[in-house]
């Protein structure tokens, strides 16, 4: 994997990183906006030793198929899909709400040091 790839990947978990931190509302809601901001990111885009563990993030947030949701707006009504990360995050206990989050840090941190060595630890 290029120097050029690994940027862009840590690019993309540091925008999820900062909307765990600085988003809006509650942790399951700035889960689902990180979550939301990693979707342009594929398992091959990891280096091999993290690979594993972005698929079972991705796995974890993404359980449950998604829903189709009725909604009436200014006198219509709609159908929607929901996706899988709306059919999951919310629904999810707290304790692992909270162990994805802190394994988006941890894959960020693990990303920096194979770019940068110490530096950033």
Same mark, same amino acid.
């Given at each position: ?17 900062? $909307? ?31 690979? $594993?563990?972005? @698929? ?46 802190? @394994? ?9 040091? @194979? ?7």
């Amino acid at each position: 994997m290029s120097q050029v790839d690994l940027h862009y990947t840590l690019s993309v978990i540091e925008r999820a990183s900062d $909307a765990l931190a600085l988003g809006r509302g509650d942790l399951k809601t700035r889960l689902l906006s990180a979550m939301i901001s990693l979707t342009p990111l594929d398992v091959k885009d990891f280096p091999s030793d993290l690979q $594993a563990r972005y @698929e079972a993030l991705v796995e974890t947030c993404t359980r449950n198929p998604s829903k189709t949701i009725t909604i009436v707006r200014e006198g219509h009504v709609y159908t929607e899909q929901s996706g899988t990360l709306m059919a999951t995050i919310p629904y999810m206990r707290w304790v692992t709400v909270d162990k994805v989050a802190r @394994e988006i840090i941890a894959i960020e941190s693990q990303l920096r040091f @194979e770019l940068y060595g110490d530096v950033y630890r």
